[in-house]
Protein backbone atom coordinates (compact mmCIF):
# COMPACT_ATOMS: atom_id res chain seq x y z
CA UNK A 1 0.00 0.00 0.00
CA UNK A 2 2.95 2.46 1.18
CA UNK A 3 4.62 1.76 -2.53
CA UNK A 4 1.61 2.26 -4.44
CA UNK A 5 0.52 6.21 -2.62
CA UNK A 6 3.98 6.96 -2.98
CA UNK A 7 3.74 6.24 -6.60
CA UNK A 8 0.62 8.04 -6.78
CA UNK A 9 1.26 10.75 -4.96
CA UNK A 10 4.35 11.42 -7.05
CA UNK A 11 2.57 11.37 -10.06
CA UNK A 12 -0.53 13.56 -9.38
CA UNK A 13 2.14 16.33 -7.30
CA UNK A 14 4.17 16.06 -10.97
CA UNK A 15 0.68 16.54 -13.04
CA UNK A 16 -0.13 19.56 -10.96
CA UNK A 17 3.65 20.81 -11.25
CA UNK A 18 3.63 20.67 -14.87
CA UNK A 19 1.39 24.32 -14.32
CA UNK A 20 3.81 25.87 -11.56
CA UNK A 21 6.36 28.55 -13.01
CA UNK A 22 8.37 27.60 -10.30
CA UNK A 23 8.94 24.20 -8.39
CA UNK A 24 11.06 22.63 -6.11
CA UNK A 25 11.35 19.44 -7.98
CA UNK A 26 10.95 18.62 -11.59
CA UNK A 27 7.75 17.63 -12.58
CA UNK A 28 9.77 15.53 -15.55
CA UNK A 29 11.35 14.06 -11.95
CA UNK A 30 8.19 13.54 -9.91
CA UNK A 31 6.18 12.01 -13.05
CA UNK A 32 9.45 9.55 -13.48
CA UNK A 33 9.53 8.46 -9.49
CA UNK A 34 5.53 7.62 -10.50
CA UNK A 35 6.13 5.67 -12.93
CA UNK A 36 9.16 3.85 -11.64
CA UNK A 37 6.92 3.34 -8.72
CA UNK A 38 4.17 1.80 -10.20
CA UNK A 39 6.26 -0.59 -12.26
CA UNK A 40 7.47 -2.18 -8.74
CA UNK A 41 4.35 -2.20 -7.52
CA UNK A 42 2.89 -3.96 -10.50
CA UNK A 43 5.89 -6.55 -9.91
CA UNK A 44 5.34 -6.85 -6.19
CA UNK A 45 2.05 -7.91 -6.61
CA UNK A 46 2.83 -10.21 -9.22
CA UNK A 47 5.35 -11.96 -6.80
CA UNK A 48 3.98 -11.57 -4.07
CA UNK A 49 1.95 -14.45 -1.84
CA UNK A 50 -0.90 -12.66 -0.56
CA UNK A 51 -1.67 -9.53 -3.47
CA UNK A 52 -3.25 -5.91 -2.89
CA UNK A 53 -4.72 -6.33 -6.28
CA UNK A 54 -5.20 -9.93 -7.96
CA UNK A 55 -3.41 -9.36 -11.33
CA UNK A 56 -4.56 -12.35 -12.53
CA UNK A 57 -8.27 -10.83 -13.01
CA UNK A 58 -6.84 -8.41 -15.53
CA UNK A 59 -6.21 -11.68 -17.95
CA UNK A 60 -10.26 -11.50 -18.64
CA UNK A 61 -10.68 -9.03 -21.16
CA UNK A 62 -14.13 -7.72 -20.23
CA UNK A 63 -12.92 -6.42 -16.71
CA UNK A 64 -9.99 -5.37 -18.06
CA UNK A 65 -11.66 -3.11 -20.65
CA UNK A 66 -14.48 -1.92 -18.39
CA UNK A 67 -11.63 -0.93 -16.03
CA UNK A 68 -9.86 1.01 -18.77
CA UNK A 69 -13.81 2.18 -19.61
CA UNK A 70 -13.96 3.75 -16.00
CA UNK A 71 -10.67 5.23 -16.03
CA UNK A 72 -12.39 7.53 -19.05
CA UNK A 73 -15.44 8.04 -17.60
CA UNK A 74 -15.13 8.65 -14.00
CA UNK A 75 -12.07 10.51 -14.83
CA UNK A 76 -13.87 12.73 -17.22
CA UNK A 77 -17.03 13.39 -14.91
CA UNK A 78 -14.42 14.19 -11.97
CA UNK A 79 -12.58 16.75 -14.13
CA UNK A 80 -16.05 18.16 -15.26
CA UNK A 81 -16.80 18.91 -11.90
CA UNK A 82 -14.02 20.46 -10.63
CA UNK A 83 -13.75 22.76 -13.78
CA UNK A 84 -17.12 24.18 -13.96
CA UNK A 85 -17.68 25.66 -10.29
CA UNK A 86 -14.97 28.08 -11.96
CA UNK A 87 -17.22 29.22 -14.86
CA UNK A 88 -20.43 29.46 -12.60
CA UNK A 89 -18.80 31.67 -10.04
CA UNK A 90 -15.88 33.39 -11.86
CA UNK A 91 -17.78 34.59 -14.87
CA UNK A 92 -21.26 33.80 -14.47
CA UNK A 93 -20.99 35.19 -11.12
CA UNK A 94 -23.20 32.20 -9.29
CA UNK A 95 -22.63 32.24 -5.04
CA UNK A 96 -21.47 28.96 -3.49
CA UNK A 97 -25.01 28.25 -2.85
CA UNK A 98 -26.38 28.57 -6.64
CA UNK A 99 -23.55 26.08 -7.51
CA UNK A 100 -24.97 23.76 -5.22
CA UNK A 101 -28.22 23.97 -6.18
CA UNK A 102 -27.21 23.67 -9.77
CA UNK A 103 -25.70 20.52 -9.45
CA UNK A 104 -28.43 19.30 -7.45
CA UNK A 105 -30.09 17.35 -10.49
CA UNK A 106 -26.95 14.67 -10.34
CA UNK A 107 -28.32 13.00 -6.92
CA UNK A 108 -31.50 12.76 -7.65
CA UNK A 109 -31.40 12.17 -10.82
CA UNK A 110 -28.73 8.94 -10.98
CA UNK A 111 -30.82 7.66 -7.70
CA UNK A 112 -33.75 7.55 -9.37
CA UNK A 113 -32.38 6.28 -12.79
CA UNK A 114 -29.43 3.43 -11.55
CA UNK A 115 -31.63 0.82 -10.38
CA UNK A 116 -33.84 0.78 -13.59
CA UNK A 117 -30.70 0.55 -15.83
CA UNK A 118 -28.85 -2.29 -13.70
CA UNK A 119 -32.14 -4.36 -14.24
CA UNK A 120 -32.33 -3.73 -18.05
CA UNK A 121 -28.59 -4.52 -18.25
CA UNK A 122 -28.95 -7.80 -16.35
CA UNK A 123 -31.65 -8.78 -19.04
CA UNK A 124 -30.39 -7.37 -22.10
CA UNK A 125 -26.60 -7.19 -21.50
CA UNK A 126 -24.08 -4.16 -20.48
CA UNK A 127 -22.97 -2.48 -23.66
CA UNK A 128 -26.01 -0.65 -24.74
CA UNK A 129 -26.22 1.26 -21.83
CA UNK A 130 -22.76 2.02 -21.56
CA UNK A 131 -21.93 2.53 -24.87
CA UNK A 132 -25.63 5.14 -25.03
CA UNK A 133 -24.89 6.38 -21.41
CA UNK A 134 -20.96 7.70 -22.45
CA UNK A 135 -21.80 8.98 -25.89
CA UNK A 136 -24.77 11.35 -23.74
CA UNK A 137 -21.99 12.42 -21.52
CA UNK A 138 -19.69 13.54 -24.72
CA UNK A 139 -22.63 15.20 -25.64
CA UNK A 140 -23.02 17.13 -22.38
CA UNK A 141 -19.44 17.98 -22.07
CA UNK A 142 -19.40 19.41 -25.52
CA UNK A 143 -22.53 21.75 -24.44
CA UNK A 144 -20.46 23.01 -21.70
CA UNK A 145 -17.53 23.35 -23.93
CA UNK A 146 -19.24 25.53 -26.10
CA UNK A 147 -20.08 28.12 -23.50
CA UNK A 148 -23.34 28.95 -24.60
CA UNK A 149 -24.29 32.08 -22.72
CA UNK A 150 -27.52 31.56 -21.48
CA UNK A 151 -27.67 29.62 -18.24
CA UNK A 152 -30.76 27.14 -18.77
CA UNK A 153 -29.41 26.09 -22.16
CA UNK A 154 -25.41 26.61 -21.32
CA UNK A 155 -25.19 24.93 -18.21
CA UNK A 156 -28.73 23.59 -16.68
CA UNK A 157 -29.26 21.77 -19.58
CA UNK A 158 -26.01 20.16 -20.12
CA UNK A 159 -25.51 18.93 -16.26
CA UNK A 160 -29.42 17.23 -16.07
CA UNK A 161 -28.03 15.41 -19.55
CA UNK A 162 -25.14 14.39 -18.01
CA UNK A 163 -26.62 13.20 -15.21
CA UNK A 164 -29.52 11.05 -17.38
CA UNK A 165 -26.14 9.67 -18.97
CA UNK A 166 -24.67 8.21 -14.74
CA UNK A 167 -27.74 6.88 -14.07
CA UNK A 168 -28.10 5.40 -17.26
CA UNK A 169 -24.47 3.80 -16.70
CA UNK A 170 -23.39 3.57 -12.78
CA UNK A 171 -25.32 0.21 -11.91
CA UNK A 172 -24.80 -1.56 -15.59
CA UNK A 173 -20.48 -0.50 -15.11
CA UNK A 174 -20.60 -2.28 -11.46
CA UNK A 175 -22.59 -5.34 -13.36
CA UNK A 176 -20.50 -5.97 -16.34
CA UNK A 177 -17.25 -5.64 -13.83
CA UNK A 178 -18.83 -8.12 -11.08
CA UNK A 179 -19.96 -10.39 -13.73
CA UNK A 180 -16.37 -10.69 -15.27
CA UNK A 181 -14.86 -11.71 -11.60
CA UNK A 182 -14.85 -15.30 -10.78
CA UNK A 183 -17.37 -15.23 -7.05
CA UNK A 184 -14.08 -15.98 -5.29
CA UNK A 185 -12.34 -12.83 -6.11
CA UNK A 186 -15.45 -10.82 -6.21
CA UNK A 187 -14.66 -8.22 -3.59
CA UNK A 188 -11.55 -7.91 -4.92
CA UNK A 189 -12.80 -6.76 -8.51
CA UNK A 190 -15.30 -3.97 -6.88
CA UNK A 191 -12.25 -2.94 -4.73
CA UNK A 192 -10.01 -2.71 -8.14
CA UNK A 193 -12.95 -0.76 -9.50
CA UNK A 194 -13.84 1.58 -7.33
CA UNK A 195 -9.96 2.37 -6.86
CA UNK A 196 -9.79 2.76 -10.41
CA UNK A 197 -12.51 5.56 -10.58
CA UNK A 198 -11.12 7.70 -7.57
CA UNK A 199 -7.67 7.21 -9.13
CA UNK A 200 -9.11 8.68 -12.49
CA UNK A 201 -10.72 11.28 -10.84
CA UNK A 202 -7.35 12.64 -9.32
CA UNK A 203 -5.55 12.18 -12.40
CA UNK A 204 -8.44 13.44 -14.41
CA UNK A 205 -8.33 16.91 -12.49
CA UNK A 206 -4.47 17.30 -12.28
CA UNK A 207 -4.24 16.92 -15.82
CA UNK A 208 -7.14 19.34 -16.62
CA UNK A 209 -6.48 21.76 -13.85
CA UNK A 210 -2.83 21.83 -15.16
CA UNK A 211 -4.52 22.41 -19.28
CA UNK A 212 -6.66 25.14 -18.25
CA UNK A 213 -3.84 27.04 -15.99
CA UNK A 214 -1.04 26.62 -18.90
CA UNK A 215 -3.55 28.13 -21.31
CA UNK A 216 -4.87 30.56 -19.44
CA UNK A 217 -1.59 32.20 -18.65
CA UNK A 218 -0.63 31.66 -22.40
CA UNK A 219 -3.81 33.57 -23.32
CA UNK A 220 -2.81 36.59 -21.30
CA UNK A 221 -0.09 36.73 -23.55
CA UNK A 222 1.68 39.51 -20.51
CA UNK A 223 -1.15 41.30 -19.40
CA UNK A 224 -0.97 41.85 -16.04
CA UNK A 225 -4.22 43.14 -13.83
CA UNK A 226 -4.57 45.46 -11.23
CA UNK A 227 -4.31 43.00 -8.51
CA UNK A 228 -1.36 41.31 -10.69
CA UNK A 229 -1.48 38.06 -12.55
CA UNK A 230 -4.22 36.11 -11.92
CA UNK A 231 -4.49 32.27 -11.44
CA UNK A 232 -7.05 30.06 -13.82
CA UNK A 233 -10.62 30.91 -12.02
CA UNK A 234 -9.48 34.49 -10.94
CA UNK A 235 -10.96 37.07 -13.24
CA UNK A 236 -10.62 41.03 -12.17
CA UNK A 237 -13.52 43.01 -11.53
CA UNK A 238 -15.61 44.57 -14.32
CA UNK A 239 -14.26 47.62 -14.32
CA UNK A 240 -10.57 46.53 -14.65
CA UNK A 241 -9.67 47.49 -18.34
CA UNK A 242 -7.81 43.86 -18.58
CA UNK A 243 -10.96 42.01 -17.84
CA UNK A 244 -12.22 41.44 -21.64
CA UNK A 245 -8.67 40.00 -21.89
CA UNK A 246 -8.35 37.98 -19.11
CA UNK A 247 -12.18 36.59 -19.39
CA UNK A 248 -11.03 35.47 -23.14
CA UNK A 249 -8.64 33.61 -22.06
CA UNK A 250 -10.39 31.84 -19.33
CA UNK A 251 -12.94 31.10 -21.89
CA UNK A 252 -10.49 29.15 -24.70
CA UNK A 253 -8.81 27.51 -21.40
CA UNK A 254 -12.11 26.46 -20.41
CA UNK A 255 -13.56 25.48 -23.36
CA UNK A 256 -10.29 23.57 -24.24
CA UNK A 257 -10.22 21.21 -21.48
CA UNK A 258 -13.93 20.35 -22.01
CA UNK A 259 -13.13 19.37 -25.38
CA UNK A 260 -10.27 17.00 -23.79
CA UNK A 261 -12.88 15.91 -21.65
CA UNK A 262 -15.49 15.07 -23.97
CA UNK A 263 -13.25 13.30 -26.17
CA UNK A 264 -12.37 10.57 -23.11
CA UNK A 265 -16.00 9.80 -23.03
CA UNK A 266 -15.85 8.39 -26.22
CA UNK A 267 -12.87 7.01 -25.81
CA UNK A 268 -15.19 5.62 -23.38
CA UNK A 269 -17.78 4.63 -25.46
CA UNK A 270 -15.22 2.76 -27.81
CA UNK A 271 -14.08 0.33 -25.05
CA UNK A 272 -17.51 -0.21 -24.04
CA UNK A 273 -18.96 -1.07 -27.64
CA UNK A 274 -15.83 -3.26 -27.80
CA UNK A 275 -15.00 -5.10 -24.46
CA UNK A 276 -18.77 -4.62 -22.17
CA UNK A 277 -21.12 -7.79 -22.63
CA UNK A 278 -24.01 -7.99 -24.97
CA UNK A 279 -27.60 -9.59 -24.70
CA UNK A 280 -25.96 -12.69 -25.44
CA UNK A 281 -23.33 -13.01 -23.04
CA UNK A 282 -25.53 -11.79 -20.49
CA UNK A 283 -28.26 -15.14 -21.11
CA UNK A 284 -25.52 -17.05 -21.34
CA UNK A 285 -24.49 -15.94 -17.54
CA UNK A 286 -28.10 -15.70 -16.29
CA UNK A 287 -28.68 -19.71 -17.93
Known sequence: PLLGVAACGALTVGLVQLAVASEPISPATLLGVGTVGLVLLVLYEARTAHPLVHLSLFRNRVFSGVNAMTLFLYGALS?????LPFDLIARRGLSATQVGLTLAPFGVIIGALSSVAGKWADRHGTRTPLVFGSLLLAVATSALA?????FWSGVVGPIVLMSLAMGIVVSPLTTAVMNAAPDAHAGAASGINNATSRLAGLFAVAIAGALANVLFHRGLDGVTMQAGIPSFGDLPALEDPARAVTEAAFDHAYSTAMWMLAAWNIAGALLAW???PTRA???????
Not at 281 to 287: F, I, K, R, V
Open 146 to 150: INVES
Open 274 to 276: RFA
Open 79 to 83: AVLFL
Open 281 to 287: AAQANTS
